[in-house]
């Protein structure tokens, strides 16, 4: 069994802050690890992903995140927040022959000028 | 990048009548397509799993004779909400995704509305 755990659900940072979202995960197999954003009325765009290569994982529009094993984490992170940031972040995890994704709850971002 | 195009992004309907949703991966072949229901201000609940000519598999607690899929090419799997009721209302996000290990690919969402 596979789940998902994003602290907070709700962040809220300063226009050029740093943002940090955080995932931990547990998985009875090695994990496939996602981030996508989602924007108002809209599906989900992917920001990057970790499949058991380099354990920081740049993505795009600045993000990346950082797959730790012995935390069972994997936070997402940018140095300096953009007003277009601010959307709904949702951490995944599957693994190597299952398909599916499972989600955590989400964390919307807030970006304050 | 790989472009999911889901179509229609709203629809408003009576209470009993059946709505079709289309997802179609336009620049790949799909192997493997996801349907998702989000509930408001709630993460996304995988509804069914479909695969190019084969019958869907659906999670537990989804009605199969309610939310019926078809997978019938690789580039379009429709989902149909049955005799729809204003309980079916949701966001119904599908994904698209090629060979193995490689990622899914969302279209944009379809907002059902059930009056």
């Known amino acids: 069994a596979q789940s998902v755990t994003q602290l907070g659900s709700h962040v809220s940072v300063s226009e050029g802050a740093l943002v940090l979202l955080r995932c931990n995960y547990s998985?009875?197999?090695?994990?496939?690890l996602f981030w996508y954003v989602q924007y108002p009325n809209q599906g989900l765009q992917l920001l990057l992903k970790?499949?058991?290569?380099?354990?920081l994982v740049k993505g795009i529009n600045g993000f990346e995140a950082e797959f730790k094993k012995s935390e069972t984490s994997f936070h997402l992170t940018k140095p300096s927040a953009h007003m277009s940031d601010a959307a709904e972040y949702f951490c995944?995890?599957?693994?190597?022959?299952?398909?599916?994704?499972?989600f955590g709850t989400g964390t919307r971002l807030t970006i304050i000028p | 990048g790989a472009v999911v195009s889901q179509h229609p992004s709203r629809v408003i309907c009576k209470s009993g009548t059946s709505v079709k949703i289309e997802c179609r991966s336009l620049?790949?072949?799909?192997?493997?397509m996801f349907w998702y229901r989000q509930f408001p201000k709630k993460s996304l609940m995988l509804m069914a799993t479909?695969?190019?000519?084969?019958?869907?598999?659906?999670e537990q607690g989804v009605e199969k004779d309610k939310f019926l899929i078809n997978h019938a090419s690789l580039t379009l799997s429709t989902l149909t909400v049955t005799s729809a009721h204003p309980e079916d209302s949701s966001f119904y996000i599908c994904?698209?995704?090629?060979?193995?290990?490689?990622?899914?690919?969302f279209g944009d969402g379809t907002r059902l509305s059930i009056l």
């Open positions: 994904s698209a995704k090629g060979a193995a290990n490689q990622p899914q690919h």
């Open positions: 998985s009875s197999v090695p994990p496939y």
């Open positions: 970790y499949t058991s290569a380099a354990t």
């Open positions: 995944a995890v599957s693994n190597f022959g299952n398909e599916k994704l499972t």
């Open positions: 620049d790949f072949q799909a192997t493997t």
């Open positions: 479909s695969n190019e000519g084969s019958k869907a598999t659906y």
